[in-house]
């Protein structure tokens, strides 16, 4: 049987630590005198209340955490912390709707970045900041997070960690994993300064450099600005978020190995390292040719903003510094290749992983030698690590249910008159937690609040599943998971 109490104990503890960080955004809302001041305040009481409902009622709960209860618990956490999250943009009245208010927290959390607020300069810095401290918590997990800070708020931490990370290999840097959360958060953090010190240096002021430097690191995508970073128009400040959305999206387990223990060469032996660079490489030279054939761009500023959006695209950041709406239609059926394969197993990105993608192709290769050797025995190998046969199953099942759910999403879409092209890109961007999306009814420079409620409703989940490896959430709909043994 699932182990409920337990469950709302952990709920429950979570949820003060969403509340300390709305705290923040309440006293910054106090320090500029706003008038979210009252909507912050109101959602911190009743966080904090809620939290300690949820306590009392996982009162005298034993400390066994199940594989199941793993299942549950990080599902039902992002939820809750999606639902408490929107409550700023209700109560103050930012957003009117309940469907695009959840969408709006659960597109933060996941880090998915696709908005349903139209005019984003317009709101006080309390909320803008909430925003992307949703995007910024999400980036590494919710649980994680508590795991590296506060390991006694979660039992089970293994099984946590399980059902909460990305990517089909799984590394720990320390034998102990809420060492090896620390350290990873270690990197997060670094990653984060380091990029918010650059955009500082280059011209942003402060609120806005601490912003746009969460949300990039946890490639997440939510501005201060309608115009994303084209908002400063700045080839420095567009060369620093390329360079720290890219790191992002690289495994935080190979980049602390580079950055702190000097070990550049194993990062440039590593397959999908390797995939990932040559992709975005390949990508961006095509998209090159196009906008300077097609569009007539200068070398220069076709190289920056080719590179800007596919970089922005891989690592499912969302980031704008043009409308790639505008560009050739070829040029869509890259990105949206580059949206599809995602950044690597580790990182903050989403999509398919590039670790799967190399998997993937080592299989094709080998079935294509197969049909010449029959007998021939190859192991599918990537870097030290070979994948078993239960491994490859297991990614073909994902790439199944990654493209079905998106196929449904689609589908729903198409019926309620979203036109073919954003309903394939809203679907994907969804999935893979991307955020913008290729079309001229929604571009990638458009907010997402002329799709129907009930759409948004959908979307939300599909975000979750897409966040949490699909299999996380899937397996609870399953009678299996039900059953008492």
């Known amino acids: 049987m699932v182990n409920s109490k337990l469950i709302f104990r952990i709920i429950g503890s979570l949820l003060n630590i969403e509340a300390a960080f709305m705290l923040l955004c309440l006293i910054l809302s106090v320090y500029y005198q706003e008038n979210d001041m009252v909507p912050l305040g109101i959602t911190v009481g009743i966080t904090v209340v809620s939290s300690l409902c949820f306590r009392?009622?996982?009162?005298g709960a034993s400390s066994s955490l199940s594989r199941r209860d793993a299942y549950l618990l990080v599902t039902l956490v992002w939820i809750a912390f999606a639902a408490f999250g929107s409550l700023p943009f209700l109560l103050g009245g930012y957003i009117?709707?309940?469907?695009?208010?959840?969408f709006e927290a659960m597109s933060g959390l996941t880090t998915t970045g696709a908005t349903t607020i139209d005019h984003v300069e317009g709101m006080p810095h309390g909320v803008l900041l909430w925003r992307s401290l949703t995007q910024w918590i999400g980036?590494?997990?919710i649980v994680f997070f508590t795991i590296a800070i506060l390991p006694?708020?979660?039992?089970?931490?293994?099984?946590?960690?399980a059902a909460e990370i990305t990517g089909p290999i799984q590394s720990k840097l320390q034998p102990r994993l809420t060492t090896s959360a620390k350290v990873l958060w270690g990197?997060?953090?670094t990653l984060t300064a380091g990029c918010a010190l650059c955009f500082f240096i280059f011209g942003m002021d402060a609120f806005d450099a601490i912003n746009y430097a969460m949300t990039i690191t946890a490639t997440g995508g939510f501005a201060t600005h309608d115009a994303s970073t084209g908002y400063f128009n700045n080839p420095a400040i567009d060369y620093t978020a390329i360079v720290f959305m890219f790191l992002s999206g690289i495994s935080f387990v190979m980049l602390y190995s580079a950055m702190f223990k000097g070990k550049i060469k194993h990062l440039f032996r590593n397959a999908e390292f390797r995939f990932y660079t040559l992709l975005a490489i390949v990508s961006t030279v095509i998209i090159v040719a196009f906008l300077l054939h097609f569009n007539h761009y200068s070398v220069s500023d076709a190289i920056r903003v080719s590179l800007f959006q596919v970089v922005s695209f891989l690592t499912t950041t969302g980031m704008f510094n043009e409308d790639a709406a505008q560009w050739h239609h070829i040029t869509w059926v890259v990105l949206s290749l580059c949206m599809f394969f995602g950044g690597c197993a580790g990182s903050t990105a989403g999509g398919f992983k590039c670790?799967?993608?190399?998997?993937a192709f080592k299989i094709l290769r080998n079935e294509i030698v197969h049909r010449l050797h029959p007998k021939a025995m190859l192991p599918?190998?990537?870097n030290d690590t070979t994948v078993n046969s239960s491994g490859q199953i297991t990614l073909m099942a994902f790439l199944l249910a990654y493209f079905l759910l998106s196929f449904i999403a689609y589908f729903i879409m198409i019926l309620v008159g979203v036109d073919s092209t954003n309903s394939f890109t809203i679907a994907l961007s969804c999935a893979s937690n991307v955020g913008p999306t290729l079309g001229l009814e929604i571009g990638?420079?458009?907010s997402w609040s002329v799709l129907p409620m009930g759409v948004k409703w959908i979307l939300s989940a599909l975000m979750l599943m897409g966040r949490l490896e699909i299999f996380t959430v899937l397996v609870i709909f399953t009678p299996a998971f039900w059953k008492s043994y």
């Open 56 to 59: 009392v009622l996982g009162r």
């Open 96 to 102: 009117t709707h309940v469907a695009d208010a959840f």
């Open 139 to 141: 980036g590494l997990g």
């Open 152 to 161: 006694s708020f979660v039992g089970g931490s293994v099984k946590i960690f």
């Open 187 to 189: 990197v997060y953090l």
């Open 355 to 359: 670790a799967r993608a190399v998997i």
């Open 380 to 382: 599918v190998k990537v």
């Open 444 to 446: 990638p420079t458009m």
